[in-house]
């Protein structure tokens, strides 16, 4: 059996890791654009702040490292086109130039995403960057110890992290997202509302509700951001806007979803027989809600590409979905979600939804510390399903949020939480764990 993948970043290196293991005497051939994989961009704002010493610590594989398996790595090779009829390929080798063709029994795909860029003037103004891969991680720690003012464009988790890292740089940020709340596809109003005192309360300035328009500058470099409202000063800009589906390859002759994100049964498999996909070039199934998705996360392309593994000769191993659960640290607080807010549900689906909000200690008050959290339950109106969560607080809690995410996927409803088993030790809670208590509070 030969197995051609293109792309190997998360999926396409999990893929190919998992089927060596099982399939040793597979013949398993990778083209990769770059000349690196496994790059974790998450880590890129631990890096410009110092926590990572250096961007190169945020890989956790390599090409010569998948070589040692037995897996041909084919670095700075581009795939130019696909041949699904008669299982071929075009390649073309960056560094040659040259191009030639090459066959296989089974094809994966994993071609990642690519950050979103608006077509604005100025765009091509020097010290406007990127934050994706490794060679956007290089440029950024090169430039960000000769900038005095960063703006950063858009209030996602990326956008929110490289806030927090520039600011503890002594830099002067601005933070700006068109919408009117920071991390508003993650939280509802009174966790942002946490998040962004932190800021505040650290000098970053939050401009929120404007949508930026163009860029000026000065000798070919960025000098301001200018968006439908004001103008901002600005040295060094980060663009993190958000991601698409690295998908014009396939664009056409596999099924996808309106924005390009290739559409994959329970089972990793494409509308093409032979043909898989996985990681944040593909749909997702979104259990919440019960619809397909593009939520591109690392969590979903290492377990997508282990299931192309296990699923390459026939079907055994099924998708189960994801809840697109995920944290952050900002400073002192740390916070983390799971499934549907109350915004998105009212934006995003039909659901009849309500939610439950309290502010518990974690752990007995006759203890000699303890501190409070904030946690909130979405859930259904009439059956009481468990569509999401969020929790925040100065100690890290963030874990129930992996909990809840296996909740919402088993679809428990309130009174079942409310009665599950979690043990009591007044080292680390009360009788009622936090996640009783939240779904008790509704169903008294």
């Not at 581009?78 to 075009?90: G, Q, R, S, T």
């Not at 000065?218 to 951001?225: F, P, Q, R, S």
């Not at 679809?411 to 936090?434: C, R, S, V, Y």
């Amino acid at each position: 059996m030969k197995v051609v993948v293109i792309g190997c970043t998360h999926a396409g290196t999990s893929a190919v890791v998992n089927l060596k293991i099982l399939y040793p005497d597979a013949e398993v051939v990778v083209y990769e654009k770059n000349d690196n994989i496994s790059f974790l961009s998450c880590g890129i704002a631990l890096s410009v702040g110092k926590i990572v010493t250096e961007p190169e610590k945020l890989f956790y594989n390599s090409p010569e490292n998948l070589a040692q398996s037995g897996i041909t790595t084919r670095m700075k090779h581009e795939v130019l086109d696909i041949d699904f009829d008669n299982k071929k390929i075009k390649v073309k080798d960056l560094c040659s130039s040259k191009e030639f063709q090459d066959s296989y029994d089974k094809l994966i795909i994993t071609l990642g995403s690519w950050p979103i860029v608006p077509k604005l003037d100025g765009i091509d103004l020097e010290n406007i960057l990127l934050c994706k891969n490794y060679n956007h991680a290089k440029i950024i720690d090169e430039k960000k110890s000769s900038a005095k003012n960063v703006v950063i464009i858009g209030a996602g988790y990326i956008g929110v992290e490289l806030a927090e890292a520039f600011e503890r740089l002594g830099k002067h940020v601005t933070l700006i997202d068109a919408e009117d709340r920071i991390m508003s596809k993650y939280l509802d109003k009174e966790f942002s509302d946490i998040a962004e005192k932190e800021f505040t309360n650290r000098g970053i300035k939050l401009v929120l509700g404007e949508k930026v328009v163009k860029f000026k500058g000065n000798n070919g470099k960025v000098e301001k951001v200018i968006t439908d409202k004001g103008e901002y000063e600005g040295d060094l800009v980060v663009l993190c806007i958000g991601f698409r589906p690295n998908t014009k390859l396939i664009e056409g002759k596999l099924d996808t979803l309106k924005n390009g994100a290739i559409i994959i049964d329970d089972y990793m498999r494409t509308s093409r027989e032979d043909v898989f996909a996985a990681g944040d070039c593909c749909m997702v199934r979104y259990n919440p809600a019960k619809d397909n998705r593009y939520i591109p996360l690392a969590t979903n392309a290492v377990r997508m590409g282990l299931l192309i593994a296990r699923n390459i000769e026939k079907p055994v191993l099924r998708y189960m979905g994801t809840q697109g659960t995920s944290g952050i640290k900002i400073y002192d607080v740390s916070i983390a979600s799971t499934g549907l807010t109350v915004e998105s549900a009212k934006a995003t689906t039909n659901l009849e939804i309500d939610s439950v909000t309290i502010h518990e200690n974690n752990r007995p008050e006759f203890m000699p510390t303890f501190d409070e959290v904030m946690i909130k339950l979405v859930f259904e109106k009439e059956s009481k399903r468990i569509v999401g969560g969020q929790i925040a607080s100065k100690i890290d809690m963030t874990e129930f949020m992996n909990t809840l995410s296996v909740v919402i996927q088993n679809e428990m409803t309130l009174e079942e939480l409310a009665m599950t088993d979690f043990f009591f030790q007044p080292h680390f809670n009360k009788p009622w764990g936090i996640l009783n208590s939240v779904a008790l509070r509704r169903i008294n």
